[in-house]
């Protein structure tokens, strides 16, 4: 199992920037794929990031790519227990980025086609509002 809290929401206004933590810790010493995702009133899920544990590799949304940055802090992930923390820098933020953030996690390689559905683990989420 992997605990998932998120922080850094807020609100700002069109152009500016916010950071956004996600505090992994999981209760194997198996590599995960930990991911960020928002949701917008009346849209589904949609996944903006993905890193993997196992070779710190990251990937990219098509709504993240050139304004979200994922940022890992080097934690030893192969320890049980130990917590990680995968932060996402969003940059010349607009109204339509308006929605609920979420960390989620899976104990699998990252792959572009998952969908939240692949997701057992989720964060309660952390609200991000843009004002114009």
């Known amino acids: 199992q992997v605990q998932l809290v998120e922080s850094g929401g807020g609100s700002v206004q069109a152009g500016g920037s916010l950071t956004l933590s996600c505090a992994a810790s999981s209760e194997s010493s198996l590599n995960y794929c930990i991911a960020w995702f928002r949701q917008a009133p009346g849209k589904e899920r949609e996944w903006l990031a993905q890193f993997y544990t196992g070779t710190g590799i990251t990937i990219y949304g098509d709504s993240a790519k050139g304004r979200f940055t994922a940022n890992h802090d080097g934690g030893d992930v192969n320890l049980a227990g130990a917590k990680t923390t995968l932060s996402l820098q969003l940059d010349r933020l607009r109204p339509d980025d308006t929605a609920n953030y979420y960390c989620?996690?899976?104990?699998?390689?990252?792959?572009?086609?998952?969908?939240?559905?692949?997701?057992?683990?989720w964060g309660q989420g952390t609200q991000v509002t843009i004002s114009s």
């Open positions: 989620a996690a899976h104990y699998m390689r990252c792959r572009g086609d998952f969908r939240a559905a692949d997701f057992p683990y």
